[in-house]
């Protein structure tokens, strides 16, 4: 046999396999990569065509590789000749194949041929599944419209001194106002989104970062209640229709260890008014921590509030005082530094925001610059504090300066001016306490203090107006939360710098996936393809010319085999006569003169 006259056909699958190649080289290249068209060609189209390439190279090589198999088996043995009648239809379709595998008598390995010419049906469905459209957010660099507000420096706010009177008047810049009442009225789900930022799209993502905040916390003081008895008279002390205390007997009262107190006729029951009134509520705030009971260790204290809240009895509708659950708690913010990791989904913004707990006052910060000699001796707790006092803080102060350290350099510094501090402690301390009471040596109350309560007497009375806000919240925790974060936003938005975080946008992009299970089967059928051919050309190499699906080869038996069927002119009859014949068409190869087109010039048709 002459390697060359399988030329073509090693060409084919040569040709197949590159064709394959190169749709996996596309494949990998465009994997989860964003979909294109160039000049109006897609990739399906490009893998669509590489595909069909591939498939009609391996037909091809695998056809006339079927089709020789008539020659190899006819060489050999006899065999019916309808045989060779169901080879050759097989080389020509998949209808023949299929009727090769069901009908062959022996030679089982032609089969193979038939086989993988069924399987090239499905080649063409395989590649339409290769490549799956998906879409998902990509997060690119968008230096110029991705935009997150961090603060470094705050210093808005207003202070003027008046120097007859040697005092300082302060007033916190609106927006900052506007932000406390805005923390005070609205859940803290709605106040984040009031965080300054810009999106371009409805999804952006940014890195870590800190920035100076406000941060809260709740403490419960259930431990700390001291519990007494006294005479009653605070109800009628905080009334505001009542001109003078009543003395009255029989009362239980609860104290605070920073003063705060809270008392009632031990009669009184949420489902009748008392005819002394009642007391719901008294608070005590204050800027200074020497005045808590929680945050005597928080040296950036903005305001702390301790509360007594007395609750309805749920389980007993009847009970009465002091058989009330009491709540006792003390809230404060503080000034600190947070560390975000924030993102914007589906236009909402999200920030996870961790405390960083590191962070501590430079204790060279916050310094008297040139006091007057007017202020006389200062304490040290007075130069360390930083409410807002008329008086000492007529005296210009340095930056309230907060630290971070960092591993590798310095710390990172977070800085509020003292118009900033000032202005702010001046607005908690009028907008959060009511008018001060102190109770020394009273007959029917208590020794303790408070500015701010909430009575009925009936009607119900309140001081200051933010109480309502504390009186009606079943969480307090949340309540200041709520503030913190708003006052946040206001310092973020506020700062000095305009510091931004830059972050990524996210632009939902459809890209390419590709489903690599479905391409085994066009590496099955070329790996099935090639042992094909390689079988057929080492079993065709003594016994049989190359003749494959040559019509000429065939017809040159014509005459030879043509009795078997003399006077039959129908083929269903020419079927039958040609299973029951058994013929062997050629003698041993070696000893058959060829011509130069391979047509054998003698053979011998045994029957």
């Known amino acids: 046999m002459t390697p060359s006259l399988w030329t073509a056909q090693v060409l084919a699958l040569l040709g197949a396999g590159l064709c394959l190649v190169a749709m996996s080289i596309l494949l990998v290249e465009f994997d989860r990569r964003p979909i294109f068209s160039w000049h109006g060609v897609t990739l399906n189209a490009l893998i669509s065509i590489l595909s069909t390439a591939s498939k009609g190279g391996l037909l091809l090589s695998v056809e006339e590789a079927t089709s020789q198999w008539k020659w190899i088996l006819f060489s050999r043995r006899p065999r019916p000749l309808m045989d060779f009648d169901r080879i050759d239809e097989a080389s020509r379709g998949?209808?023949?194949?299929?009727?090769?595998?069901?009908?062959?008598?022996?030679?089982?390995?032609?089969?193979?041929?038939?086989?993988?010419?069924?399987?090239?049906?499905?080649?063409?469905?395989?590649?339409?599944?290769?490549?799956?459209?998906?879409?998902?957010?990509?997060?690119?660099?968008?230096?110029?419209?991705?935009?997150?507000?961090?603060?470094?420096?705050?210093?808005?706010?207003?202070?003027?001194?008046?120097?007859?009177?040697?005092?300082?008047?302060?007033?916190?810049?609106?927006?900052?106002?506007?932000?406390?009442?805005?923390?005070?009225?609205?859940p803290i789900s709605t106040v984040v989104q009031q965080s300054q930022y810009t999106c371009p799209s409805s999804n952006c993502s940014w890195e870590a970062f800190d920035s100076l905040a406000v941060?809260?916390?709740?403490?419960?003081?259930?431990?700390?209640?001291?519990?007494?008895?006294?005479?009653?008279?605070?109800?009628?002390?905080?009334?505001?229709?009542?001109?003078?205390?009543?003395?009255?007997?029989?009362?239980?009262?609860?104290?605070?260890?920073?003063?705060?107190?809270?008392?009632?006729?031990?009669?009184?029951?949420?489902?009748?008014?008392?005819?002394?009134?009642?007391?719901?509520?008294?608070?005590?705030?204050?800027?200074?921590?020497?005045?808590?009971?929680?945050?005597r260790d928080v040296d950036s204290l903005i305001w702390s509030t301790s509360i007594f809240k007395a609750h309805p009895n749920t389980s007993n509708a009847s009970a009465v005082w002091p058989d009330f659950p009491l709540e006792a708690t003390e809230c404060g913010i503080y000034y600190c530094v947070n560390s975000y990791k924030s993102s914007v989904q589906s236009a909402i913004l999200y920030e996870n925001t961790t405390r960083r707990t590191s962070a501590f006052r430079n204790p060279d910060s916050w310094q008297?610059?040139?006091?007057?000699?007017?202020?006389?001796?200062?304490?040290?707790?007075?130069?360390?504090?930083?409410?807002?006092?008329?008086?000492?803080?007529?005296?210009?102060?340095?930056?309230?300066?907060?630290?971070?350290?960092?591993?590798?350099?310095?710390?990172?510094?977070?800085?509020?001016?003292?118009?900033?501090?000032?202005?702010?402690?001046?607005?908690?301390q009028t907008t959060f306490a009511g008018t001060p009471r102190t109770f020394v040596n009273e007959t029917w109350i208590i020794p303790g203090r408070l500015n701010g309560y909430y009575v009925s007497t009936g009607q119900i009375q309140y001081d200051p107006s933010i109480n309502q806000v504390i009186w009606q919240t079943d969480d307090l925790a949340a309540l200041f939360a709520s503030l913190a974060v708003s006052m946040t936003n206001a310092i973020r938005s506020g700062d000095d710098t305009r510091a931004r975080q830059q972050g990524k946008t996210g632009i939902l992009t459809t890209y390419y996936e590709v489903q690599w299970p479905w391409i085994t089967l066009h590496a099955t059928i070329y790996v099935a393809s090639v042992a094909f051919l390689a079988v057929t050309m080492y079993q065709g190499r003594e016994n049989a010319p190359v003749w494959k699906g040559s019509s000429l080869a065939t017809l040159s038996f014509g005459a030879r085999v043509g009795g078997i069927f003399?006077?039959?002119?129908?083929?269903?009859?020419?079927?039958?006569?040609?299973?029951?014949?058994?013929?062997?068409?050629?003698?041993?190869?070696?000893?058959?003169?060829?011509?130069?087109?391979?047509?054998?010039?003698?053979?011998?048709?045994?029957?």
């Open 215 to 295: 941060c809260s916390a709740c403490n419960n003081q259930a431990s700390q209640v001291e519990r007494l008895q006294d005479g009653g008279g605070l109800s009628f002390s905080l009334q505001q229709d009542n001109s003078a205390a009543r003395a009255l007997a029989n009362m239980t009262a609860f104290r605070l260890p920073n003063g705060l107190i809270i008392d009632n006729t031990n009669d009184w029951n949420y489902t009748s008014a008392s005819g002394f009134g009642s007391v719901y509520m008294t608070t005590f705030g204050t800027p200074n921590p020497s005045d808590t009971n929680s945050f």
């Open 368 to 428: 008297l610059l040139n006091p007057s000699t007017w202020l006389g001796n200062v304490t040290e707790a007075q130069k360390a504090s930083i409410a807002f006092d008329n008086v000492t803080s007529e005296t210009a102060r340095s930056d309230l300066q907060l630290l971070v350290p960092s591993s590798g350099g310095n710390p990172a510094a977070y800085n509020l001016s003292q118009n900033a501090v000032d202005s702010i402690s001046a607005y908690f």
């Open 94 to 186: 998949p209808l023949g194949s299929l009727t090769l595998i069901w009908r062959l008598k022996r030679g089982s390995f032609v089969r193979l041929g038939a086989v993988i010419v069924l399987l090239a049906l499905a080649l063409d469905p395989f590649a339409q599944q290769l490549i799956q459209l998906r879409q998902e957010l990509r997060f690119v660099v968008d230096l110029n419209n991705n935009i997150l507000y961090r603060a470094e420096r705050y210093s808005r706010g207003n202070e003027f001194r008046v120097q007859l009177d040697h005092k300082a008047i302060a007033n916190a810049d609106f927006a900052m106002q506007s932000a406390i009442l805005y923390g005070l009225s609205q």
């Open 566 to 607: 003399e006077g039959i002119m129908d083929v269903g009859q020419m079927e039958r006569e040609a299973a029951a014949e058994e013929v062997k068409l050629l003698v041993a190869y070696d000893s058959i003169p060829l011509d130069d087109l391979q047509v054998a010039s003698t053979a011998t048709v045994n029957t």
